[in-house]
């Protein structure tokens, strides 16, 4: 019986993605794909091996063809972009524009309407795939920033499919939103979807009033009213794989390589870590600044602390991530050079991407977690720190403009534009007593314990599952 059920169209999922969840595998032979660590990837695929499932998405390099093709289970289907395409699609209105824009405008947001043009193309192309393949009345959900306009799409040709849509970054407040010169056509492109699901209550508000504002939805609470039907808007605060990450936080052999790494950068010293993509919303600049003034103030000294900051690169081929990767770098400097020693520097600076095992080990021998971004959807790493963090010890600092912030609510909490803010919280941070520390991480491992990624995941897809809101 069950087996015949998980058959029917209705149970059946695509994923839309701007990536595929695989990547070629460096120097292996034409067509050997490997799965893309992340969390996405780790949610969907036992869902989707279940209920028999596609993933629509772009394999990750230019060119390239749309033969469909299987992978541990899973159908997927290519979208082939081209070098230019991917110019004014991806790196263009997805970076330039909607990126800043989303978040605070903190660079200025490029308004091209070569770019636009070309995002239209591309989520009408996406769009195309969803519809060649999808059997009646499936379900789809559609994935982020990228393809705002698809669930609109899709709406018109195929009325039968449920469809839902998550943003993983910020909905900005309306003051900002309403900059955008295409705003109407993205809110309509977003309300072609039965569910519109937001890493936080205050982003399902600002897409409310928005929708109200710019177009012709209605209603009130979380139901909106549009084109003769209603969808719902609503909060589902993504997390991670909470279970994996105590497992192999508890492995004897990560215990072994966090105390040999604490022995290497010295048995007595704090440990600060920060572990970001190299994005200028992730607030790295202003963290080691609040770090080089509790130096300059003699409140640390780098006898007694140091700051470990992981970044991985990023966006390279975009102007103002190779400016943010120079400001880190030299900023970096300047701090080692005031205040290192030989044998004895006052940051470890790694630009790299580690393994998860790798990052585990920082988390394990770290006194304090940073994670201070200017503006961020949620905010992974925080959870990762608190998951892996069996012992309950160790202090979470934590921006209060991360998505986290609403519910890791016994973080330190610090806005990252008072370097002088952020600086008493580093000290507190590295002070705070055990008895402390173990209450307010106590207090995060249960939530995060409680709404873990498959939580996540089986919320909106169980949201999307139900009828119609009347
Ligand atoms: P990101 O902006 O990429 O995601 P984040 O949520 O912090 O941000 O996730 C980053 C991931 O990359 C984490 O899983 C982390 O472990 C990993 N990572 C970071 N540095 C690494 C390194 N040096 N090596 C290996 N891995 C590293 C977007 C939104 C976020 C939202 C997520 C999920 O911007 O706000 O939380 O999507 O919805």
Redesign the pocket.
Known sequence: MALATATTSRDSLIVVANRLPVHRVRGGSVGEWETSPG?LVTALYPLLRERGGWWVGWSGSAGGDARVFEHEGISLRPVPLSRGELEHFYEGFSNETLWPLYHDALRTAQFHRDWWRTYVEINSRFAEAVCSLAAPGSAVWVHDYHLQLVPGMLRSSRPDLRIGFFL??PFPPIELFGRLPWRREILEGLLGADVVGFQTRLMAQNFLRAARAYTRARGAGSVLHFGGRSLRVLPFP?SIDVDEFGRIAAEPGTLARAAGLRRRIGENRKIILG???L?YTKGIDVRLRAFEEVLRRGDLTTRGACMVQ???PSRGGVDEYAAMRRLVEQTVGHINGEYGEPGRVAVHYLH???SRDD?IVYYRAADVMMVTPLR??????AK?YVASRPDETGVLVLSEFA?AASELRQAVGVNPFDVDGMAGALVRACSMPEREQRHRMRAMRRRVRAYDLYAWAESFLGVLAEDPPG
């Open positions: 969390g993983h970054i993504i572990v970001d993509r994005d992981v970044a991985v790299r991407n580690l990052l961020d959807g949620m905010n992974l790493v990762e998505g």
